[in-house]
Nanobody
Framework: QVQLVESGGGLVQAGGSLRLSCAAS????????MAWFRQAPGKEREFVAA????????FYADSVKGRFTISRGDAKDTVSLQMNSLKPEDTAVYFC????????????????WGQGTQVTVSS
């Protein structure tokens, strides 16, 4: 059974940092691009960051560029999101996702999803 399990969410003050992690199991994700999306209350799910199969290419939403960093573990079955300089508008449930081959910003193209982890940034 394929599973993506996120961890690392929590409550942090504005300007602080959090590191989210996502562990994949049930199959090898070496040939899969992985990404983070987020969904705030009353809003649609939005793209945050993505990373290519080999980890050599990364993509970011403009709203997080320069503050967030996505990376993959050596075994390519884990992905992390380092979030710095957090803002109250970053408050959302963050989801890890995976899709074959190419990274995209389109959530509908991702086959596998985690259950989400809550990130709350207080002002």
């Amino acid at each position: 059974q394929v599973q993506l399990v996120e961890s690392g969410g929590g409550l942090v003050q504005a300007g602080g940092s959090l590191r989210l992690s996502c562990a994949a199991s049930g199959r090898t994700f070496r040939t899969y691009a992985m990404a983070w999306f987020r969904q705030a209350p009353g809003k649609e799910r939005e793209f945050v960051a993505a990373i290519s199969r080999e980890g050599g290419a990364t993509f970011y939403a403009d709203s997080v560029k320069g503050r967030f960093t996505i990376s993959r573990g050596d075994a390519k079955d884990t992905v992390s999101l380092q979030m710095n300089s957090l803002k109250p508008e970053d408050t959302a449930v963050y989801f890890c996702a995976a899709r074959p081959v190419l990274a995209t910003v389109d959530s509908a193209s991702y086959n596998y999803w985690g259950q989400g982890t809550q990130v709350t940034v207080s002002s």
